[in-house]
């Protein structure tokens, strides 16, 4: 037998408290009234609700309060703001500010009937949707574990007895079978550099590094990374310019992941950059925050493909000298930069150039701050 629906209503009017339980009792719902903003709260963390309706209007604790405390608990918890006809434009910013929908005063049985249904279909779409994308994470988890054994050690394997081979024969091999022989460790060299790859991008060990976070600072951590992809950008005349912020506050973080976070942009800023451009690394401080941004002026992206740029499941893309990649390197830099309690959002305009924006919360508050990933579209390493 599955569980009732369990709605809550939280009105500072007791005649509104009465109709909606009125017009919902034995209809196969579990329901719960609150006169305050305190009082639905505390329902809402004991009675767990599928849908909350909230006044906006209530002495005390508005209804945008706890609105925004209600999303900060369960963020799958969908709530219907409820409101005069006076106050339909505050609704609207409710909604704006994650309410489902609004309600307004006086309403009948049929339409709270009607918005009731349309809410719990809400929450369902919702559970369906998060219990799905935890399936996926575990099947990614599982599918990279069968590449690691599967793949990973073979490989490995065939990577050492063929450098054995080639010690052993050294000089003995024609010039046709060195070029092919070079062909074939450098093929190998490839997979095994892309298997790692993927290991990185669904890899659970990012989210333990919190443990081995310190005080870092930028002015140490960026030219690491730059240092690393200078080779490359010559190889192509690439400026790599650098402006650090004096007396930038400094980051907690594991200055490994976070210097393999820069390298990824960097060389994926790079590799889309044509001959003779410039890449720029810039760290200042933004809102309480550290900001790190990597601007290019390479071949940029087109809008449609933008919202899959930070998502290890996509295709590689090809620079402006045919230079691939794996499609990896930015989720694996997103997962990194999440792992640091911070951001990363890209923009990106075809002919014009690609920009990577990363926030990092200051030494000290990393641990207390929450990131919400939202990035959206730029090139691939």
Wanted: hydrophobic share 40%; with cysteine.
């Amino acid at each position: 037998m599955e569980p009732r629906p369990r709605i809550l209503i939280i009105d500072d009017e007791e005649v509104v408290l009465d109709s909606c339980t009125q017009i919902l009792e034995g209809k196969g719902f579990e329901l719960a009234t609150a006169m305050n903003g305190e009082q639905g709260l505390r329902l809402v963390r004991e009675f767990h609700p599928d849908l909350a309706f909230v006044d906006l209007k209530m002495p005390g604790l508005s209804g945008f309060d706890v609105l925004n405390q209600i999303r900060e608990h369960d963020p799958s918890l969908v709530a219907v703001v409820i409101t005069g006809y006076s106050t339909i434009g505050s609704a609207v910013e409710a909604m704006k500010s994650g309410a489902y929908d609004f309600l307004p005063k006086p309403f009948t049985p049929d339409e709270f009937r009607v918005i009731t249904q349309r809410g719990l279909e809400k929450r369902r779409l919702v559970l369906e949707t998060l219990a799905l994308r935890q399936e996926r994470d575990l099947l990614q988890q599982h599918f990279a574990a069968i590449v690691s054994h599967e793949l990973k050690a073979p490989l490995g394997a065939v990577q050492q007895n063929l450098y054995a081979l080639g010690q052993e024969l050294s000089g003995a091999f024609t010039p046709e079978q060195e070029t092919r022989f070079e062909r074939m460790t450098a093929s190998i060299d490839v997979l095994l550099k892309l298997i790692h790859s993927w290991l990185r991008a669904y890899s659970t060990d990012l989210e333990a590094i919190a443990d081995s976070f310190r005080p870092l600072s930028l002015a140490q951590v960026i030219p690491k990374a730059v240092e690393s992809v200078e080779p490359h950008a010559r190889r192509k005349d690439v400026k790599i310019v650098t402006s650090i912020e004096d007396g930038l506050a400094a980051v907690d973080g594991d200055e490994g992941t976070l210097v393999e976070a820069l390298i990824n942009l960097l060389g994926n800023a790079v590799k889309f950059s044509r001959l003779g451009g410039q890449v720029r690394v810039e760290a200042s401080a933004a809102d309480g925050a550290v900001q790190i941004v990597v601007i290019d002026q390479g071949i940029g992206i087109a809008a449609e493909d933008l919202p899959l740029v930070l998502k290890a499941l996509r295709p590689g893309r090809a620079g402006p000298d045919g230079e691939r990649g794996s499609g990896l390197g930015l989720a694996i830099t997103r997962r990194i930069v999440e792992a640091h309690h911070g951001t990363i959002a890209v923009a990106s305009e075809p002919g014009k150039g690609t920009t990577f924006t990363i926030h990092l919360p200051g030494s000290g508050s990393s641990r207390t701050s929450q990131a919400t990933p939202d990035g959206t579209g730029a090139t691939d390493p």
